[in-house]
C-alpha cells in the first residue's frame, strides 16, 4: 500500500446478481488500498437489494456526473462498451473486469483484481489510445463508437440500398442486409461474425464490412481511421436501423449518415499480463488446431 490516494467509479450491468460476493471482494480490495470509491447509482440499487453488498458508505453518480482516476467495468464485453459510452470525452482510463463470459475487452480476470489493483498503484500498467467513431445524423447528440457503427435493414423481407462516399468521392452502392463500420477493437465483434478481417489495435485504420451483400464481388475494405464516410439509404420500409456498439435506432431514408473519427479516444488499461495476441488465441481460438497428433 502507498500513500497515493487515488479514485475509482465502478460500473456493472443488470445482470450480476450472481455476483454479489465478488463485487463486494473487489470493493474490499479497493478500500483496503485507500482508494475513493464511487459506484453507479443504478448499479448500486442493484447490488443493495436485499443487503447483498452494502454500497453505503460508497459516493453514487449518475450519468457522466462522476470525477474519477480510473474506472472500473465489471461485467462484460458489453458492461464495458456502456461504461465507455458514459466516460466520453472525459478519457478517464478504463479497467475492464470479467464477470461475464468472453471478456474480450474485459480483460482482468476477477481472481486476478488484487493484482491488477497493487498493478495500478505501483505503476505496472499502460494506457492504449484507441480510435472511436462518431455518428452525425444532423441532430445535437452525437453518440460514439468503440467498436462499431451499423447500418442495418429494419424489415425481414428486402435488402437496403446503402450509397458511400469516402472523402467525397463515390466508393460503391451496397445491396445488402446492412455495412459496418468498425475500429480495430470491434473488428473482432459484429464485423468479424460478417467476415471481416481481424485488426490489431493501434493500427490506425477502420474496416468496412457489408452484412450479406447481394454481389459476391463485394468484399471488406480497409480505410484510414481519419476519412469520412457519408451514407445515403434507400429502403422499402422508407427507413432503417443505424446501431452504435449495439444501441439501435430507427432513422427515415431521408437522413444522411456521416461518420468519422471522433475528436478524443477510449483510454484502457493494460497490465503486462495481458497481450492482445495471447487473449485472441485464448479467447478467440484463433489458430487453434484440435486435430490430435496423428489422426491424420
Given at each position: 500500500m502507498t500513500d497515493r490516494i487515488l479514485r475509482f467509479a465502478l460500473f456493472g450491468s443488470d445482470y450480476q446478481q450472481g455476483q454479489a460476493e465478488t463485487v463486494a471482494h473487489i470493493i474490499r480490495v479497493l478500500k483496503s488500498h485507500?482508494?475513493?470509491?464511487?459506484?453507479?447509482?443504478?448499479?448500486?440499487?442493484l447490488l443493495s437489494?436485499?443487503?447483498?453488498?452494502?454500497?453505503?458508505d460508497l459516493h453514487e453518480f449518475r450519468g457522466d456526473a462522476f470525477d474519477?482516476?480510473?474506472?472500473?467495468s465489471l461485467g462484460g464485453d458489453g458492461t464495458f462498451l456502456k461504461a465507455a459510452s458514459r466516460v466520453g470525452a472525459k478519457g478517464t482510463p478504463i479497467i475492464g473486469v470479467n464477470l461475464g463470459r468472453l471478456g474480450f475487452l474485459a480483460d482482468v480476470q476477477a481472481a486476478d483484481v488484487e493484482r491488477a489493483v497493487a498493478d495500478?498503484?505501483?505503476?505496472?500498467?499502460?494506457?492504449?489510445?484507441?480510435?472511436?467513431?462518431?455518428l452525425d445524423t444532423g441532430a445535437e447528440d452525437s453518440p460514439f463508437a468503440l467498436n462499431d457503427?451499423?447500418?442495418?435493414?429494419?424489415?425481414?423481407?428486402?435488402?437496403?440500398?446503402?450509397?458511400?462516399?469516402?472523402?467525397?468521392?463515390?466508393?460503391?452502392t451496397?445491396?445488402?442486409?446492412?455495412?459496418?463500420?468498425s475500429t480495430p477493437t470491434g473488428s473482432t465483434a459484429?464485423?468479424?461474425?460478417?467476415?471481416?478481417?481481424?485488426?490489431?489495435?493501434?493500427?490506425?485504420?477502420?474496416?468496412?464490412?457489408?452484412?450479406?451483400?447481394?454481389?459476391?464481388?463485394?468484399?471488406?475494405?480497409?480505410?484510414?481511421?481519419?476519412?469520412e464516410i457519408r451514407l445515403s439509404i434507400e429502403s422499402?420500409?422508407?427507413?432503417?436501423?443505424?446501431?452504435?456498439?449495439?444501441?439501435?435506432?430507427?432513422?427515415?431514408?431521408?437522413?444522411?449518415?456521416?461518420?468519422?473519427k471522433a475528436p478524443f479516444t477510449v483510454n484502457m488499461v493494460k497490465f503486462p499480463v495481458q497481450t492482445y495476441f495471447a487473449t485472441l488465441r485464448e479467447k478467440m481460438m484463433w489458430g487453434a488446431d484440435k486435430r490430435e497428433v496423428g489422426s491424420r
Open positions: 485507500g482508494a475513493v470509491v464511487g459506484i453507479d447509482s443504478t448499479f448500486a440499487a437489494e436485499g443487503g447483498a453488498v452494502d454500497v453505503s474519477a482516476d480510473f474506472v472500473l495500478v498503484y505501483e505503476g505496472r500498467y499502460t494506457v492504449e489510445r484507441h480510435v472511436a467513431l462518431l457503427i451499423a447500418i442495418l435493414k429494419r424489415d425481414t423481407a428486402s435488402m437496403i440500398s446503402i450509397r458511400t462516399m469516402v472523402d467525397g468521392e463515390y466508393l460503391t451496397y445491396q445488402a442486409d446492412g455495412l459496418i463500420v459484429y464485423s468479424l461474425s460478417n467476415g471481416g478481417p481481424i485488426i490489431a489495435p493501434l493500427t490506425g485504420v477502420l474496416c468496412l464490412t457489408p452484412v450479406a451483400p447481394h454481389s459476391l464481388n463485394v468484399r471488406p475494405i480497409v480505410l484510414k481511421n481519419d476519412v422499402r420500409s422508407h427507413n432503417f436501423l443505424v446501431a452504435v456498439d449495439g444501441r439501435s435506432e430507427k432513422f427515415s431514408e431521408q437522413t444522411e449518415i456521416v461518420i468519422r
